[in-house]
């Protein structure tokens, strides 16, 4: 059974960073896609940054230059670096597995981490 966890939300002014982390279990991480969604208030959830097996990557355009998503196979776990975070980035944030090395459907998901940007 595959088990996502995701760490490292909290509260951060404007212009400020965090880094998200998603821990993985229960699967041959390093063959997988994996993605990192967030669900903002009174919106739908959206994918924010998609990182292949082989390491490509792709990118919401309302977080490009800002965010880098990244890997580390030998420690199952999967990275999101956010830099001049901003009020619209607040929302819970999701890490989520994909079903191909290339990207979705995504059938697995973590719990969530809340990110608050707020002054």
């Known amino acids: 059974q595959v088990q996502l966890v995701e760490s490292g939300g909290g509260l951060v002014q404007p212009g400020g960073s965090l880094r998200l982390s998603c821990a993985a279990s229960g699967t041959i991480f390093s063959i997988n896609a994996m993605g990192w969604f967030r669900r903002a208030p009174g919106k739908q959830r959206e994918l924010v940054a998609h990182?292949?097996?082989?390491?490509?990557?792709s990118y919401a355009d309302s977080v490009k230059g800002r965010f880098t998503i990244s890997r580390d196979n030998a420690k199952n776990t999967v990275y999101l670096q956010m830099n001049s975070l901003q009020p619209e980035d607040t929302g819970v944030y999701f890490c989520?597995?994909?079903?191909?090395?290339?990207?979705?459907?995504?059938?697995?998901w973590g719990q969530g981490t809340q990110v608050t940007v707020s002054s």
């Open positions: 989520a597995l994909g079903r191909s090395r290339w990207g979705g459907p995504y059938d697995s």
């Open positions: 990182i292949t097996s082989g390491g490509s990557t």
